[in-house]
């Protein structure tokens, strides 16, 4: 979900954009099987952006933030390889270990766009 407002020309015309976004993941399975040790709890992840367009709309320079509470979150999952031979499966469960790939992290920067 996002908003965004656009306000009138401003100084010389220059425009400004403001959006925020917000984006839920309610839990969700990162495993292909379903294994509770993939269940990873809900998420919301909060981006926003500041735009300064130029009076023809041939140029705009933004600032932008994405996942800016920085929260950290399994994307994937999977039980690690040869487990056993690790040390890390408890025999009486078959649980073991899980490694996965992580979300990006808080991330900004500027962006500067020319057309042409």
Do not use: C
Not at 43 to 61: A, K, M, Q
Not at 74 to 92: C, E, H, M, Y
């Amino acid at each position: 979900m996002g908003v965004e407002f656009v306000t009138d020309p401003l100084f010389g015309g220059f425009t400004a954009t403001l959006r925020a976004d917000a984006t839920y993941n309610s839990s969700y399975s990162t495993t292909n099987d379903l294994n509770p040790q993939g269940i990873v709890e809900g998420v919301t992840l909060y981006g926003g952006r500041i735009t300064l367009t130029s009076p023809d709309h041939s140029w705009n320079v933004a600032l932008y933030g994405q996942n800016l509470t920085d929260e950290h979150v399994f994307t994937t999952k999977f039980p690690q390889v040869l487990d056993s031979l690790f040390g890390v499966r408890v025999p009486a469960t078959g649980a073991t270990l899980f490694r996965g790939f992580m979300n990006q992290p808080r991330t900004y920067g500027v962006r500067i766009a020319k057309t042409f």
